[in-house]
């Protein structure tokens, strides 16, 4: 990670999911990396989505410990052993909708608010984890009704996010990023085994992609390739 200075503080939410575990040890291995902080529902401190307060208490808990040149929210959740992707519109369901909306757009909302004030002055990247299905202009097949709607709501609460940042802050980027399709407990039922990457691999693009960013592009959507994403 070369575009950040000799030392440079990170912070990944979703430590213990695939890309956020890989990017974690990508990090550690950097000998530029001065320090890299995970946080999960298991940690100390802890981040739970389903509970507002555990993310600004985490960003209180770590303050001193800034400021932080990047932080990542690499959560995310497109179906539990309790619901599965819908295909149809009559599939549609209420508590799946809030609970795929409270993981993909609402949680990391906070993260974004709590966090951003936390971000370097000179050089720092908040990223978040998003999805090219959550591009409105891309969809052509239709179907993942809430998976698609929280990725296009995270997708512009990150744009807004990025134009009140840069006001105050206008060395930050804020950025969306996909991941493409990886080799994880999410994509598993969906031939992820078969067509997925490695998430070492994933997370290495994202990094490179990262390490890219200059801060005129704040408030972007990007691939893992350093393609520009239509919202």
Request: net charge positive; with cysteine; charged share 20%.
């Amino acid at each position: 990670m070369q575009s950040f200075p000799d030392g440079f503080n990170a912070v990944v939410i979703g430590a213990s999911g695939a890309i956020g575990a890989a990017m974690m040890r990508q990090l550690e291995a950097d000998p530029r990396c001065g320090n890299v902080i995970g946080l999960g529902r298991k940690t100390t401190p802890s981040i739970d989505f389903h509970d507002e307060a555990s993310v600004g208490t985490a960003a209180t808990t770590l303050a001193a410990r800034g400021p932080f040149h990047l932080v990542v929210n690499a959560t995310g959740v497109l179906h539990t052993t309790r619901f599965a992707p819908e295909k149809r519109l009559s599939q549609l369901d209420f508590a799946q909708m809030a609970e795929t909306f409270q993981v993909n757009a609402l949680g990391p909302a906070m993260v974004l608010a709590k966090f951003a004030p936390l971000l370097d002055r000179q050089r720092a990247v908040l990223a978040v984890i998003s999805a090219k299905v959550g591009s409105i202009e891309d969809n052509r097949l239709g179907g993942w009704y809430s998976y698609r709607a929280s990725k296009a709501a995270l997708n512009m609460l990150l744009k807004t996010a990025a134009i009140e940042v840069q006001r105050t802050q206008p060395n930050a980027v804020l950025v969306a990023l996909h991941p493409g399709t990886v080799n994880s407990t999410l994509s598993a039922p969906f031939r992820g085994a078969e067509i997925g990457r490695p998430a070492a691999a994933a997370a290495a693009d994202l990094l490179r992609v990262i390490d890219g960013l200059k801060s005129e592009q704040t408030g972007s959507f990007f691939s893992f390739k350093g393609e520009k994403l239509p919202w």
